[in-house]
């Protein structure tokens, strides 16, 4: 098992979707159709990103899927051993999501995912005295909310409107 792609601990937690420079390189137009490849997991791994889909999609955000799609951009899902202060890392070179492979309580982990997948979607985190967000940092219990889709539509638009 590789490490997480990080250099300090203090870089993950103050930015875990950015790479540590305070800019997210690559992000994903949450209005189109993205896969995310779970091919390295194993079943409850899975299980914990359909989990991390049906959150967005409970805002309306639907367009995540497991399944391979000929032209769709696509999100790599890695899990890997970490420190427990790790819970996941948005690669933001790569277009890859990490998570902790020792978060193994099912919510916790589809949180994290969700967490990691706002930040490909672009988002960054907002203190948790700010407002209550799925982006605040280390959110390991807040489900995506309304206002994380307004931030959402903010960047890419309502992707219900046609
Ligand atoms: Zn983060």
Redesign the pocket.
């Known amino acids: 098992l590789r490490p997480f792609p990080i250099v300090a601990a203090a870089t993950?937690l103050a930015?875990?979707?950015s790479g540590g420079d305070g800019v997210i390189d690559r992000t994903f137009d949450a209005c189109a159709p993205t896969v995310l490849d779970v091919s390295a997991l194993d079943a409850d791994q899975q299980t914990g990103v359909e989990d991390a889909i049906a959150l967005w999609r409970a805002q309306g955000i639907d367009t995540l899927q497991t399944e391979p799609l000929d032209g769709a951009a696509t999100i790599g899902v890695l899990f890997q051993d970490a420190s427990p202060a790790f819970?996941?890392?948005?690669d933001d070179q790569a277009g890859i999501v990490y998570i902790n492979s020792d978060l193994v309580d099912p919510s916790a982990r589809a949180i994290t995912i969700s967490?990691?997948l706002?930040?490909a979607f672009g988002l960054?985190?907002v203190a948790i005295d700010e407002r209550v967000s799925v982006?605040n940092?280390?959110?390991l219990t807040v489900a995506p909310t309304e206002d994380d889709r307004v931030q959402i539509e903010a960047m890419w638009g309502p992707c219900t409107a046609q």
Do not use: K, R, S, W
């Not at 819970?87 to 948005?90: A, S, T, W």
């Open positions: 993950l930015a875990c979707g819970h996941g890392l948005y967490h990691e706002g930040h960054y985190h982006m940092p280390g959110n």
